[in-house]
């Protein structure tokens, strides 16, 4: 460091220009004519050429490895019996609500298994019957979270279920 030298004090947004080095201590005077005397070892040299003749070396990016696991997009079922069956007019009221049970189940045990953390369950709007089977089901289970008799309870036609 020496006089005429433009320096940056380490811990301030100050910077300033080198007038007189006595021993350890260093007086400066920044771009508005203030002067201020400091330690040598709260400075450091600006030099604007410092990087000028260092390379750029580009990188390319990796991209993020993203577990299926931790997939915010829940796993749909939905439980409307023409996408359940290939006849639906063979069945009577009871056996569909028996396979759309069954179905259910299925599925939670599926997610449990993949450890699968959010379910959105589609029920449907119709007479609630089917509705009032999932909220069943749900009750019964350990470990998860839903919105049990909520704001849409009987409008909205489904239910996510989070698994914890």
């Given at each position: 460091m020496k006089i005429g030298d433009r320096v940056s004090v380490i811990d301030?947004?100050?910077k300033g220009t080198v007038l007189k080095i006595i021993a350890d201590q260093v007086k400066i005077?920044?771009?508005?004519?203030?002067?201020?005397?400091?330690?040598?070892s709260q400075l450091t040299i600006l030099d604007s050429g410092l990087y000028e003749n260092s390379p750029v070396?580009?990188?390319?990016?990796?991209?993020k490895n993203?577990?299926?696991?931790?997939?915010?997009?829940?796993?749909k079922l939905d439980l409307h019996f023409q996408l359940l069956v290939?006849?639906?007019?063979?069945?009577?009221?009871?056996e569909r609500?028996?396979?759309?049970?069954?179905?259910?189940?299925?599925?939670?045990?599926?997610?449990?298994?993949?450890?699968?953390?959010?379910?959105?369950?589609?029920?449907?709007?119709g007479d609630g019957v089917l509705q009032?089977?999932?909220?069943?089901?749900?009750?019964?289970?350990s470990n998860v979270e839903y919105d049990e008799h909520g704001f849409f309870y009987h409008e909205s036609g489904r239910v996510e279920v989070k698994f914890l």
């Open positions: 301030d947004d100050l005077e920044d771009e508005h004519g203030f002067t201020y005397d400091l330690p040598k070396i580009r990188k390319n990016e990796t991209s993203v577990s299926k696991k931790h997939n915010k997009t829940p796993l290939k006849n639906p007019s063979d069945y009577d009221a009871f609500l028996m396979i759309q049970k069954e179905k259910l189940l299925e599925t939670i045990d599926f997610c449990r298994k993949n450890h699968i953390k959010n379910l959105e369950i589609i029920h449907g709007i009032k089977l999932v909220y069943d089901i749900l009750e019964g289970l």
